[in-house]
C-alpha cells in the first residue's frame, strides 16, 4: 500500500511537472514571434473617448481586450495615458487659466484617465498597478522605480499617472522617460484616428504623404512634431524605437507588437 501511493505521488508530480514545461514553451514559442518584449504604450485621452471629451467605454473595453492577448502572450506592458480629454493647453489659455496650474489639472487628468483603464483592465482580469508621480495615497501607489519594474516582472501592467509631476513637461516627455527607466523596447503611440506619421496634416491636405520609415533627426529636422524636441532627444539618446499607429483599428497594438507594418517607425540616427 505504502509503495503504490509513493508511485502515484510520483506520477501525479510528473505529470505536473510536464505540464508546466508544456506551458513554458507554448508561451516561449508565442514570445519568439513578438518583435518587442518589454513595450511601453502611449495614448492620448482624446483617443479614450469618442468626441474628444470623458470617456467611450467601447474604446475602453476595446483596449482592454487587446491589453489582455498581449499580457496573455508574454508581453511585459506599461501604459502612460494624456488627460486631453479634460483639459488642454489651448482651452486654459483661452480662459486665463495660469500656465503651471493648468499643467497641474492636466496631470490630475491623467490620474483619472489611469483609474478608467485601470478598472477597464481589472474588468477582464488583467492584474495591474497605477503608479503616480504625484502622491494620492488612496488612490494609486507612488511612482518607485523598483516597485514598477517587479511588478513588469510580474507580469502586471503599470499605468504611469501625473505626467512627471512637475509643470512645463509633456506626457510626450513622460513616455520617453519612464519608457528609458523601464528600460523598454518601444513607444507604441496610439493616435486617435491618424495611421502614421505624414508630412503635412491628412486631415487637411489631400496630398500629405505618410512615412513608413524616419529617424529621430529626421523628424527634427522636417519639424514633424510627432513629439516635443525633449522627448525626442530622450528616445533617441537612449534607442527607443517608436511605432505611431492608429488605435481605433482592432488589434492594431497586438500588430505593432509583433512588426508588422501599421504605420510610421521611428528609430534612431
Do not use: W
Not at 488612490?139 to 519594474?149: D, N, W
Not at 512615412?211 to 532627444?233: H, I, N, P, R, W
Amino acid at each position: 500500500m505504502y509503495h503504490d501511493n509513493v508511485v502515484n505521488q510520483m506520477t501525479q508530480l510528473l505529470f505536473h511537472r510536464r505540464t508546466q514545461l508544456f506551458c513554458y514553451n507554448i508561451r516561449k514559442r508565442k514570445r519568439d514571434f513578438l518583435m518587442y518584449k518589454r513595450v511601453l504604450l502611449k495614448c492620448s485621452g482624446e483617443a479614450l473617448s469618442d468626441h474628444g471629451s470623458g470617456f467611450s467605454p467601447a474604446v475602453l473595453e476595446e483596449l482592454a481586450l487587446q491589453v489582455k492577448e498581449i499580457v496573455a502572450s508574454g508581453v511585459q506592458l506599461c501604459i502612460v495615458c494624456g488627460g486631453g480629454n479634460f483639459i488642454r493647453g489651448k482651452t486654459a489659455k483661452e480662459i486665463g487659466i495660469e500656465r503651471t496650474t493648468a499643467d497641474y489639472m492636466g496631470m490630475l487628468g491623467t490620474v483619472i484617465n489611469a483609474l478608467a483603464i485601470q478598472g477597464a483592465l481589472e474588468r477582464q482580469g488583467v492584474e495591474t498597478r497605477v503608479q503616480s508621480a504625484i502622491e494620492m495615497k488612496q488612490v494609486a501607489e507612488p511612482y518607485i522605480l523598483r516597485r514598477a519594474l517587479r511588478h513588469l516582472e510580474k507580469g502586471r501592467v503599470v499605468i504611469f499617472a501625473a505626467g512627471v509631476g512637475s509643470p512645463f513637461f509633456s506626457t510626450d516627455t513622460t513616455a520617453a522617460l519612464r519608457a528609458s527607466e523601464m528600460k523598454a523596447d518601444v513607444i507604441l503611440m496610439a493616435k486617435n484616428g491618424t495611421d502614421g506619421i505624414y508630412d503635412k496634416d491628412p486631415n487637411k491636405f489631400a496630398d500629405a504623404k505618410r512615412f513608413d520609415t524616419l529617424t529621430y533627426k529626421e523628424v527634427l529636422e522636417k519639424d514633424l512634431q510627432v513629439m516635443d524636441s525633449t522627448a525626442t532627444a530622450m528616445c533617441n539618446d537612449n534607442d527607443i524605437d517608436l511605432v505611431v499607429f492608429n488605435m481605433n483599428e482592432k488589434g492594431n497594438i497586438l500588430r505593432a507588437i509583433k512588426g508588422e507594418t501599421i504605420g510610421t517607425i521611428v528609430k534612431r540616427g
